[in-house]
């Protein structure tokens, strides 16, 4: 069976679950479709079709440990099988395509579903090196100084070099109260430093708004849930009722979510049928396409998007559809993450599971997530704060929606 994980960077999520109770990761469900696999084209497998692949050579390593390994009868032929698939995936050098035994695919699922536990923090990959997407607002890593684009560099004093997202994330969780260590590099800082979290059940906030300026409604996306479409609607609802003449959608730490809801969203900002982002695979071939299908109530309502580099996935469809689609509506802050890569979870037989990166995503103007994010048009830093100002990048945004409503 395959599905299409929407918005992959949630596997890193170490609040450790997803959407529902809210993760980022989502799925376009498909169906079940029974399939005998045939491999072909290399040679001891009964074709004729060269490959220049001997699978001999791996059945002899098989049966050389089987032979003469130390502690053989300790290790099942399951377990064997096992890391030869884990190892094929490695092979591919991609952080997000990863294998899953069964118990470990089972866990995901469950993790998939919206059970929390952990520190609260959104793991990537970034050059290499394990980082932190976002720390996830009231939780134990944020109230730890965790930040976007720190670098994880131990957890409890074993090293993260060649350490898999999925790895990463089940050493971090652990029971509640429990306590993890990571050794985190800030950007910008020379020595490393522990940090000790003590982990908890993480409840995290869909939404949060409130009015600035007397008119203007701050409305802080966490995550693309299940919950974001119905609080959204409601908090516009009430806001526009109140007298409000403009938007700050802030999508700062929001480290994505279902797909559909992102699409979903866009339709308040976009009229019917405008392009919001597509999914292009191997070659340049367009494997899907996403235009928004809403009431386009906030089509020509001000709005000024806040991002920054805990932006990811979901985060960064939406601020890119609405920055390509509407040349009104201005991106404050920084450089977005980048996660811009399409994954689909495959079930093989023996219940384990293959989580394989598929496409990139392309936004309306052709540009593509990967690997550099989307740049903002007017770039805040969030440390430039002065006495009179706590936030810099929201009084940016403020003051630029103001001249808008003002034209």
Not at 152 to 160: D, E, F, V
Not at 230 to 246: I, N, Q, R, T
Not at 276 to 297: F, I, T, W
Request: glycine share 12%; hydrophobic share 40%.
């Amino acid at each position: 069976m395959k599905r299409k994980l929407i918005l992959g960077l949630l596997i890193g999520i170490i609040a450790a679950a997803v959407l529902g109770g809210g993760f980022a990761w989502g799925f376009r469900s498909g169906e079940n479709y029974p399939k005998k696999i045939v491999v072909e084209g290399v040679s001891n497998m009964g074709s004729s079709t060269a490959a220049g692949v001997d699978f001999g050579t791996f059945w002899q390593a098989w049966q050389l440990l089987n032979d003469n390994y130390l502690r053989n009868a300790s290790t099942s032929n399951a377990d064997k099988l096992h890391g030869a698939v884990n190892g094929l995936v490695n092979s591919l050098g991609d952080p997000y395509t990863e294998y899953f035994p069964p118990a470990e695919s089972k866990q995901f699922e469950q993790d998939v579903q919206g059970n929390f536990g952990g520190i609260g923090a959104e793991l990537g990959e970034k050059d290499g090196q394990l980082v932190v997407i976002a720390p996830l607002p009231g939780t134990p890593a944020s109230k730890a100084g965790l930040k976007a684009g720190d670098a994880i560099l131990a957890i409890n004093g074993s090293s993260t070099d060649s350490l898999s997202i999925d790895v990463a994330v089940n050493m971090i969780r652990g029971p509640e109260g429990s306590v993890v260590t990571l050794s985190i590099l800030h950007p910008g800082a020379e020595k490393p430093q522990d940090v000790k979290i003590t982990r908890a059940n993480i409840e995290v906030p869909t939404i949060d708004v409130s009015t600035v300026n007397g008119d203007i409604t701050h409305l802080s996306l966490h995550e693309f849930n299940a919950n974001a479409e119905p609080e959204f609607y409601d908090d516009m609802a009430k806001a526009l009722a109140d007298g409000s003449k403009g938007l700050v959608l802030d999508l700062r730490d929001d480290p994505g979510g279902y797909l559909q809801v992102a699409v979903d969203l866009a339709g308040w900002f976009l009229p019917k049928g405008t392009q919001v982002v597509s999914e292009q695979g191997r070659n340049g071939a367009v494997l899907a396409s996403y235009q928004a299908d809403g009431n386009a109530a906030l089509a020509k309502f001000p709005v000024v998007v806040l991002i920054n580099g805990g932006s990811a996935s979901a985060a960064e469809i939406l601020a890119g559809a609405l920055h390509d689609n509407r040349k009104d509506v201005k991106l404050v802050g920084e450089t977005s993450f980048g996660k811009g890569t399409v994954q689909e979870l495959e079930d093989l037989n023996d219940g384990s599971s293959i989580k394989i990166t598929i496409a990139h995503w392309v936004l309306p103007n052709g540009g593509i997530l990967e690997n550099g994010g989307i740049k903002p048009d007017v770039e805040v830093s969030s440390t430039v704060a002065t006495p009179s100002s706590t936030d810099p990048q929201l009084d940016k945004a403020v003051e630029i929606l103001k001249a808008e409503i003002a034209k």
